[in-house]
């Protein structure tokens, strides 16, 4: 899923994964909000897991403790 994250909570998420980061973020909000985190969830050895959006940070990397935790809480 491709997911937003904002404040420690899950605020969108979209199961369409033929969507580009940059075309989730505009149809959900327009464009990406001060101090939301966007990037894909999917299982990694078998956990829960997000994984940060190259397009909007440059990398593709496990999401920080505050994202993992809000990811884990909706979807686990």
């Known amino acids: ?42 299982r990694l050895d078998g956990k829960v897991a997000a994984i940060s959006s190259k397009h909007f940070f440059g990398y593709q990397l496990p999401g920080p403790d505050w994202v993992q935790a809000a990811v884990r809480e909706s979807f686990e």
């Open 1 to 42: 899923m491709l997911i937003m994250v904002k404040d420690g909570a899950v605020v969108h998420f979209t199961p369409n994964m033929g969507l580009p980061h940059s075309e989730f973020v505009r149809r959900a909000t327009g464009e990406l909000p001060a101090s939301a985190w966007v990037g894909t969830v999917s």
